[in-house]
């Protein structure tokens, strides 16, 4: 298995180039980062651009690069920066940069979305030895350790001066290691095995008709990606979709009806320790299915349905003290009070809410819009987010709930 891979695949990178001559070193940088399968956008200091060029950057990135608050007539939204990133690294890091790190201020693009951040905050020195090991330079490096930010050590060697000593920037492949195991100590859910479903079912009516739903799977896909980014091992059970999943620690097993689903998800349930069920599956299924193509012949046409198992509750009573049961609830009415009464009745640990009413979420959309009750019936509601941001929110209420 490729470690860095599983660890910086999906994550949204903010690489921040300072004024050092180090800074050729960031077009390999970007290339792992790349190869490890991240999305990288760059910010890029005024003086930085003298060592390396934008367009070089842009076009390894596949970003345009950002350098000042306003360019073309538009803004760069350092807010929307630092909300955007799942990491920041600022590599390299120059003396004057690092001091202004340490005080606060904000005087360019970078300081401006530094300060914004809500993620991890790696930064990588690069001066020379006389400078690095100045008290000052010392002080700063402490200080921005004390803010939280994640020191990435410079190496030993030959510097730019001629001397030779500490104040390398890190060698890329350093950078890259020292952050994924950094990641690999927050693995939350390392050794855990985690089932999730996702998506509709297709209840066949005849070889060429269905009884579906609108369910797109990107909320139970966010999940099982969020779940494996943090070590978890998922088992997910897929609908049918066209949304495709490649993540080393998670297992796909593609289904279409509800009875295939009820099927693969009894098989893998008793391995589980955290069962979420995202999928939106079919409440009905026709009595009788025709192998052929039903032919239109009278004005009506009378489809007779049966109930489908409904798979959370067979899963829910025959849970195990020592496992977790998470389910979704889809409402147009009465929504905390449905919410509940699926919650009591299904003997779940964690219910997660979404409301039609609500614009921008549910099915189809790239954000959704939820409210999380626990069995105790704890409520905490979240503001309107991408579904990758509501995964997170998901996954870290049940560690906290499960810890």
Known sequence: ???????????????????????????????????????????????????????????????????????????????????????????????????????????????????????????????????????????NIKKLESYGNILIPSGFGELASGLVGEGRMAEPSEIISHIVSHLNEKLDLNNKRILITAGPTHENIDSVRYISNKSSGKMGIELALNAANRGGNVDLVLGPCSLQVNHSNINVYRVVSAEEMFKMVNKVFVKSDISIFAAAVSDYTPKIKVNSKIKKNDSSFSLTLKKTKDILSEMSSIKRDDQFIVGFALETDNEIDNAISKLRDKNLDLIVMNSLNNVGAGFEYDTNKITIIDKDFNQSDFDLKAKKDVANDIINSIISKNA
């Open 1 to 139: 298995m490729n470690h860095k891979k599983t660890m910086l695949n999906g994550k949204r990178v903010l690489l921040g180039i300072t004024g050092s001559i180090a800074a050729y070193k960031c077009a390999d940088l970007i290339r792992l980062f790349k190869k490890s399968g991240a999305d990288v956008r760059v910010i890029q200091t005024k003086d930085s651009t003298d060592f390396i060029t934008p367009l070089t950057i842009s076009t390894l990135s596949e970003n345009r690069v950002l350098t000042e608050m306003v360019e073309d007539d538009s803004w760069n939204n350092h807010v929307e920066l630092g909300l955007w990133a799942d990491l920041i690294v600022i590599a390299p890091v120059t003396a004057n940069s690092l001091a202004k790190m340490a005080s606060g201020e904000c005087d360019n693009l970078l300081l401006a979305t530094y300060l914004s951040a809500k993620c991890d905050v790696y930064f990588a020195p690069a001066m020379d030895l006389d400078m690095f090991k100045h008290s000052s330079t010392i002080n």
